[in-house]
Each structure stands twice: as structure tokens, then as C-alpha cells.
């Protein structure tokens, strides 16, 4: 329609009155329609037939696979470009993301592949093909009609059989989460499995990190339940500033597991991962606070523990950038009964502000121990937590004497660490274990959780 109005009121010695009958158009005009025209009539590339350039070989070798009770699945998450490629238009500016699913059925039961569980508000095929759809082009959105069903993941898979498909679900970047249930009726048989795929794409903390060399033998100290309790109450009470001398934020959380257990409970609750700090992530901060735009993968800065920046920092948004939970894990170079040990500093952002050291900062709610009870019930709810308790060892800052971050933010806390033990299986909240309890009285939140 812009194209419509433009030159006539762009262009003032065009007449106002519409021509009469038999007036040729004039030249100009059509020379400003012929680029919609393929967009119109279809003239254009055709969309629905088979994918130029996109290679299933490596989605399939990216992708992440699990085996439960005679059951493999495979799943690996598209990039946009990845998904331009498969269907033959962007399906970014959609906000859709293409999933691959296989299943391999080695028992004895047809299994049913429900895929409301890997996201609950997933897009229908032909919900994604209206999105290529042209304007008389009937021919070539059959095609892409047609294309869009066969790509769908089938509904169940026989006993023996393999199948594989797409689930259409919303546009996650860096990191997707998957929950893959499959459901044998009758059998009462529920094979659930849980996936964390990396989405190229958006650079994130967690990518620049060499995980085998932290994980290399020889590097970890294995440790047993007391000597765990002993070793984390000797750790320094805070993370480390960008000059990696003064003091920042408060060490104040311990996550006990593989990654397998301890992310995805994170992720079923809407934990993010964060884009590496560049110029590029720093003018996307200041504009989602001064425009209030969403920033899901806002970025953290850099603070150290071990002699090394944040492992992984993941971050919990809300309608912009000023308000979220964020926290920063670091994996500790001890483990206990083989389990890894991931050491974390958590606080809530509650606004954005000016700062001679990072030029700009996030304030943060000054009580600390307010949002690591957030992150405990969270782990509650997303039935990832298997047992609790708390250590002593960040030392306590009480309202009247508040001790101030590398930033000058004041914070105050009861002094304590709070270790979680995390499940891999769901773990329904009210069989949540408790371990050491708190030293002095019970933490915040600690009355509400006992059993």
C-alpha cells in the first residue's frame, strides 16, 4: 500500500483526479510496483521445493541423543539460517524455530510423541507454511503446503521402527530446551528425556569455555559429603571485580550435579543463557532500557572465582532488560561422590545505571538472600531439586551495616550458602530432602521449605 500512496503525494505534479478512461499508466508508477510484483504474482523464487544448500548430515552430527528403557532419541535445534534453508523463507521474523526429532523404538510398545512437551505452544505445518504464503501464487503455496506436512514429526512410533520429523516451536537462540516424552498407553509406560541443544548462532559465555580441559583427570579433587561441607566454607566470601582484586558479589549458591540434571530444571522455568559482552550486546542493553525492550540474552559482566570469569552466567528476564534474575556459576574443581560442584553468586536486577568502572551497570535488590529463595523455589517447582541445605562461609551483612559490590551497589544477607542438590528424574516437591541446616536460625525461606 505504501507503494500505492507514495507518488502521489511525493510527487506534486501528479494530477489529483484519477485519469480518465484509456489513460496509459505512466512509466514512473509501474517502475515503482515491479519490485512487488514477484511478491504479488509469484514471479519470484519458488518456495516449496526441495531445500538448496540445507545439509540433514549436520543437523543430524550436531545433534544431542539420550537412551531410555529401549527408547533413542536424537534431537538438535535449527539455526535461522538453518531454518530459511529448510523451508525456503525466514522464519525468524516469526519467531519459529524448527526442532529435529528421531526416535528409535527398540521395545516392545508403540510409543505416542506428544510434542505439546517440547513446547507447549508449538506451530502447527501449515500454521508455519501460511507464513510463506504468496499472494496469487496457488501453485507454489500448495507446494510449500505439501513440504510443511512432510517435514511434520509422525505422531507415534511403532515397536521397531524409527521415525524423525520437525516440531515447529518458538525461537530460542544459543540454548534449547527440549523435553521429549513418549507415552505407550495402556502400558503405563512414560519415557522422558530431557535435552539442552546448542543453537548456533549468538555468542555466549558458556562457548568460549574449554570444558574438557576443566573436566581433564587429574584436575578435580574428589571429596566426600564432609569434606564438601568443610572445603565450601573455607571458599572466600565473594566473586572478584574486573581488576580481580576487590570484592564483588556474594558467593551465596552451590548446585551439586551433571549438567544433564542441574540445566534443564533451570530452562523449564525460563533460565536463559547470555550473550558474551561485545559493543554490539552493550548498545542492545542501553536501548532495551531506554526503549523497554525484551532483552532475553542481555549480558553479564565478567566477574572471577578460581582465577577465571563466570563458566556460565544465565539470566530469568522480565519486560526489559532493567528488571531480571541473573546468577554466575563457575565448576569447582572438586567433586563429591563423582557428582561436579558448580559454586554461584545470584541477585536480582532492578534497574540500570551510569558507572566510572563498566560504564554501565545493573542496580541490584540489596537483599541477596531475597532472590537466592527465588532460585530455590524455582528448582522446586521445576521438580529438579532433590535436597537442600546451607553452609556458612559469605559471612552475614545485616540491614544497619550493608557491605557494597565492585559496582557500589550496598547488599545485605544472613551470611549464608545455599548447597542444592540437584535430580536428573522429577522429584515432586514435597519429597524434597533436607541436609545441613542453617548454622544460626533458619535462612529465609528455610521455615517455609522444611518438611
Not at 6 to 17: E, L
Request: proline share 10%; with cysteine; hydrophobic share 35%.
Amino acid at each position: 500500500m505504501a507503494l500505492l500512496v507514495w507518488p502521489r503525494w511525493g510527487f506534486p505534479h501528479v494530477p489529483r483526479r484519477s485519469p480518465g478512461p484509456g489513460c496509459r499508466p505512466r512509466p514512473w508508477s509501474l517502475a515503482l510496483l515491479w519490485p512487488a510484483i514477484p511478491a504479488l504474482v509469484g514471479t519470484g523464487p519458488i518456495v516449496g521445493q526441495d531445500p538448496q544448500g540445507f545439509s540433514p548430515r549436520v543437523i543430524e552430527r550436531r545433534a544431542e541423543t539420550r537412551e531410555v528403557g529401549g527408547v533413542t532419541v536424537s534431537v538438535a535445534s535449527l539455526s535461522d539460517a538453518e531454518a530459511h534453508q529448510l523451508v525456503g523463507f525466514d522464519l525468524a521474523r516469526a519467531n519459529i524455530q524448527p526442532v529435529w526429532v528421531r526416535v528409535r523404538n527398540s521395545d516392545d510398545s508403540r510409543y505416542y510423541i506428544p510434542p505439546i512437551t517440547i513446547d507447549n505452544d508449538y506451530f502447527s505445518p501449515l500454521e508455519v507454511a501460511w507464513q510463506g504464503h504468496r499472494f496469487l501464487d496457488p501453485t507454489g503455496n500448495a507446494r510449500l503446503d505439501a513440504r510443511l506436512r512432510g517435514l511434520d514429526l509422525p505422531e507415534s512410533v511403532d515397536p521397531g521402527g524409527t521415525i524423525s520429523g520437525y516440531v515447529f516451536t518458538n525461537r530460542d537462540e544459543g540454548i534449547k530446551y527440549a523435553d521429549v516424552e513418549l507415552v505407550a498407553p495402556g502400558r503405563r509406560r512414560v519415557r522422558r528425556l530431557s535435552f539442552l541443544t546448542r543453537v548456533p548462532g549468538l555468542r555466549t559465555d558458556f562457548q568460549r569455555v574449554n570444558w574438557e580441559h576443566l573436566l581433564k583427570p587429574g584436575r578435580m579433587t574428589a571429596l566426600t559429603e564432609a569434606q564438601l561441607k568443610t572445603w565450601l566454607e573455607s571458599l572466600p566470601c565473594c566473586t572478584l571485580g574486573g581488576d580481580r582484586r576487590t570484592p564483588a558479589d556474594p558467593l551465596n549458591i552451590v548446585l551439586i550435579g551433571p549438567a544433564e540434571a542441574v540445566f534443564p530444571p533451570l530452562a523449564r522455568r525460563g533460565w536463559h543463557v547470555t550473550q558474551t559482552l561485545s559493543a554490539e550486546s552493550i548498545w542492545q542493553t542501553i536501548t532495551s532500557s531506554l526503549f523497554g525492550h525484551r532483552y532475553r540474552y542481555a549480558p553479564v559482566s565478567p566477574l572471577y572465582v578460581f582465577g577465571r570469569p563466570q563458566d556460565l552466567a544465565l539470566q530469568k528476564g522480565r519486560g526489559d532488560v532493567n528488571q531480571r534474575n541473573h546468577m554466575r556459576l563457575w565448576l569447582a574443581p572438586v567433586t563429591v561422590s563423582g557428582t561436579p560442584v558448580w559454586v554461584g553468586q545470584i541477585s536480582r536486577d532492578i534497574g540500570v545505571r551510569l558507572t566510572r568502572k563498566t560504564i554501565t551497570t545493573h542496580k541490584i535488590d540489596p537483599s541477596v538472600d531475597e532472590t537466592r529463595w527465588y532460585l530455590m523455589q524455582d528448582l522446586y517447582f521445576s521438580e529438579g531439586l532433590e535436597r537442600f541445605g546451607f553452609v556458612t562461609g559469605v559471612g552475614a551483612a545485616p540491614p544497619e551495616r550493608p557491605r557494597f559490590n565492585y559496582t557500589g551497589d550496598p547488599y545485605e544477607t544472613d551470611g549464608l550458602r545455599a548447597v542444592l542438590w540437584m535430580s536428573a528424574k522429577p522429584v515432586s516437591y514435597h519429597r524434597v530432602a533436607t541436609q545441613w541446616p542453617p548454622p544460626r536460625g533458619p535462612a529465609p525461606g528455610t521455615r517455609r521449605l522444611s518438611p
